[in-house]
Structure formats: structure tokens, C-alpha cells
């Protein structure tokens, strides 16, 4: 007996269905994930590409170890997830955002002892930027993510506390981080209050098991007794994480000493 050609068997006809149903599926979770990706980055997926990263070119100046680095030398080599850059190693950008009330005490927060990297570690608030965020947009999505609206509805000033981004790189499998590498370029700010700590209220995110408003030159002299005492630094998880602190704290005794407070906004450019 002859088969007709081009005729599909039921069955196949239902693999076919049942693919196209899966493929649809996943279509539509991938796209659920990279719009809510848009009001908070903490819903966004490590599947989602949404990480810019950058490549060094090997003529013309390197980077050094926690020191301004102009981005405009960098290469853009595309955007990946958050997990692929950690893992490989890639170049990408952040901030990390001071938090200081209007009488001068910086919030320090503790990271839970849940997460992979740095558990139970004490630092400022900071976040990724995402793709070509604007500078500003990065700011605000981590205060109100990690401190929530009511402390950015009292932001002042926000102000830079370097001229170009701070590189940063180092391998944290040694400690307890399963291998990754965190390499950043990371824009430093201090973020100053119109109030008391007091008089404003943490919404805290899930990721934060714990904080303190402390005064900066008692800030500066933990952060040195750690480094000094420990190895690994018991507080502030690793020896580059706590110069960074260290860095963070230098910058912002010499703009409290230049007494530069007359920008009342973010300056709106991009060096990327």
C-alpha cells in the first residue's frame, strides 16, 4: 500500500502542537521576566540580557586596582545576563550610593547571610546598571529598591564623589562565592537627606538583614581595624571590598572639606 506524501500522522500532528505550545510558553515567561525587569531590577531574571559590558582595549592605558578610570577608552562588547558577567569575568558598571542624613550619619546596611557573595557583610547600598541606564535612573532604582520610596521622596542632593568610575576587580571563589569574578566600573555618590534618620523610614528589601546610621570617621576607623585585624576582613568580606569602603570615605571627607554642596541634582551626563 502506498503512503501519500506530505501527509502528517495524528501523532506527529500532536508533537508538532505540543512544541509550539512550549516554545509559546517560554516566549511569553521570557517576556513577563524583561518587562518587569522595568519597575524593579530585583524581579529580573538572570536569564535576562540586560547587563552592558565592556572590553579593555590591550594598546593604551590600563585600569588600576580602585582608581578613576576614564570609560571612553572601553569597548562595548554587548549586553549579557548578570550571571554570564560574574561568572566570566566581564567589565560592566554600578554604583555604589553613600547614604548620609541631614546631620552627617551614613547608613550602612548588612547583607543577609542567605546571599552568595559577601553574606553577612556591611557596605552602602549598590546596584548594576542596566544596558545604557542614565546615571540618575541607576541612582534612584537602588535607593528605592534596597530603602524604598519614602527615603527617596527625602533625597536633597545627589552628588558625585569622583570625576570618572573606580575600577574594581576580584575573584571571590576563595571566599565562599562558587568562583565568580566581580569587575566593575563603579560611579561613587553621596545621597543627602533634608531629615534625621530618625525622622525617615527604611522599607528594607529582603536582601538586607540589618543597619546602622554611624558617624563617618568612626565608619573609617572600623573599616582600617578590619582590614588591619582580619584576612579576609571579617565585616567588610574582602580585602579590595574594604579599600573600596576606605576609598568611598577618603572621597567624601575631601568634598565635605571643599564644602562643595551647591549641586541640588544629579549632573545628567553619560561617559559610556
Known amino acids: 500500500m502506498c503512503r501519500m506524501v506530505g501527509t502528517i500522522s495524528p501523532w506527529r500532528k500532536h508533537q508538532i502542537q505540543t512544541m509550539l505550545v512550549i516554545l509559546s510558553s517560554i516566549f511569553l515567561l521570557r517576556t513577563v521576566l524583561i518587562l518587569s525587569a522595568k519597575p524593579s531590577g530585583k524581579l529580573r531574571s538572570n536569564f535576562v540580557a540586560d547587563l552592558q ?161 554611624i558617624d563617618a570617621d568612626v565608619y573609617d576607623k572600623w573599616v582600617k581595624q578590619d582590614l588591619k585585624n582580619n584576612n579576609p576582613p571579617k565585616d567588610f568580606c574582602h580585602p579590595i571590598v574594604a579599600g573600596l569602603r576606605s576609598y568611598e570615605i577618603d572621597r567624601l571627607q575631601e568634598l565635605k572639606a571643599k564644602n562643595n554642596q551647591s549641586s541640588d541634582k544629579i549632573p545628567r551626563q553619560s561617559f559610556f
Open 53 to 213: 559590558i565592556y572590553g579593555i582595549p590591550e594598546q593604551g592605558l590600563q585600569p588600576t586596582l580602585l582608581q578613576e578610570f576614564n570609560p571612553a577608552r572601553l569597548v562595548d562588547q554587548g549586553l549579557v545576563t548578570i550571571d554570564y558577567a560574574h561568572r566570566h569575568g566581564k567589565l560592566h558598571a554600578g554604583a555604589t550610593c553613600m547614604v548620609m542624613d541631614s546631620e552627617g550619619l551614613i547608613l550602612l546596611i548588612r547583607r543577609g547571610p542567605h546571599l552568595v557573595t559577601c553574606p553577612n557583610a556591611w557596605g552602602v547600598v549598590g546596584e548594576h546598571r542596566l544596558g545604557l541606564e542614565p546615571l540618575e535612573d541607576n541612582v534612584k532604582r537602588g535607593i528605592l529598591e534596597e530603602l524604598g520610596e519614602e527615603v527617596w521622596n527625602h533625597v536633597a542632593k545627589v552628588q558625585n564623589l569622583t570625576t570618572f568610575p573606580v575600577y574594581m576587580k576580584r575573584e571571590v571563589g576563595e571566599y565562599g562565592s562558587k568562583g565568580r569574578i566581580d569587575h566593575q566600573l563603579l560611579y561613587m555618590w553621596v545621597v543627602t537627606l533634608d531629615e534625621r534618620h530618625e525622622n525617615v523610614r527604611l522599607h528594607l528589601d529582603d536582601e538586607v538583614s540589618d543597619h546602622r546610621w
